[in-house]
């Protein structure tokens, strides 16, 4: 094969490549573009019909709706505080286990390895795992939504891999210069690791905004629910207006929709924002713990 038929074959795989890729985010952006939309758009707008992706005309009737009480600035609130803080355990816990089993002369670390693989595939249960924060009392506090999930067995192994790849060079020169293993813990690995720590940070930032059934499960205050609870009640209260063929002829009646369109918004763009701080560590921190064993 010559140069230039290696050439041609480049450009054939690239395009076809490139042509894929965009297909798939504009599937992927449309579905997106369409809630936006239909958030903004008049109820008018939206009895019409149709893939709606530029509204016409545009109001700010649902969003007015969403923020008239405080139901939905305190659920946002309740999942920024779950969230910032559950992350913050959720490293410190991780990262505190990683450190020591990335060592080959800790005694006991194959067995505590398996115990955390057997976590990955058998769990304890829903009832069980119930029962547990019942005991330690963490029903319908915010601790039952942070402590439970502390530790991912995944990122765990991932993050033990990576702290692997660090010279020892680095850390018997701290040792050496009077650092303990936590000091070299903070001040040598911690820093080295800021690609896969900000990674991790935002898996499990995901994880705790997005939290569902655990709040389902272990809140009963209306007051304390997160905004994914929230935005649960919204759609129920909106599903059956919104599935009655019988009224669809009334433009009113669409007002629902767009309220959960709304709703949705709300509870998707503050992750949104976070994620492009954190890009440019994504793909690095995960191929970097992911090569040793």
């Known amino acids: 094969m010559t140069l230039e038929d290696k050439s041609l074959g480049n450009r054939i795989f690239s395009t076809v490549n490139y042509t894929l890729l965009t297909l798939i985010s504009v599937m992927t952006v449309i579905p997106f573009l369409y809630i936006t939309a239909v958030s903004f758009a008049t109820p008018e707008e939206v009895a019409r019909g149709g893939l709606l992706l530029f509204p ?21 609130l309740v999942s920024i505080y779950v969230t910032v803080f559950g992350t913050f355990i959720n490293l ?74 660090i010279p020892d060079g680095l850390e018997d020169s701290a040792k050496i210069d009077g650092c303990n293993d936590l000091g070299v813990l903070f001040r040598i690995v911690l820093p080295l690791s800021m690609p ?50 019988t009224v669809q002829q009334d433009p009113n009646d669409y007002l629902p929709q767009t309220i959960r369109m709304a709703s949705i918004v709300v509870a998707t763009i503050p992750i949104i924002i976070v994620y492009p701080f954190l890009q440019k560590h994504f793909a690095k921190g995960v191929m970097l713990g992911s090569v040793k064993g």
């Open 56 to 76: 016409s005309e545009m109001t700010l009737g649902a969003y007015r709706y969403i923020f008239s009480t405080d139901t939905m600035i305190r659920s946002i």
């Open 92 to 165: 410190v816990f991780t990262s505190f286990m990683a450190y020591p089993l990335a060592k080959t002369t800790l005694r006991g670390r194959r067995p505590i390895l398996l115990m955390v693989l057997l976590t990955m595939l058998f769990s304890g249960g829903m009832i069980p795992t119930y029962f547990v924060v019942k005991s330690l009392g963490m029903i319908n506090t915010y601790w039952s939504l942070m402590i439970p999930s502390a530790i991912s067995a995944f990122n765990l192994i991932v993050l033990k891999n990576f702290f692997q790849q």
């Open 196 to 245: 896969a720590m900000a990674t991790f940070g935002l898996f499990y930032a995901v994880g705790h905004w997005n939290t569902f059934f655990s709040a389902v499960m272990y809140i009963n205050d209306s007051a304390k629910w997160p905004v994914q609870i929230v935005l649960r009640e919204i759609v129920l209260l909106s599903q059956d207006r919104i599935g009655d063929t």
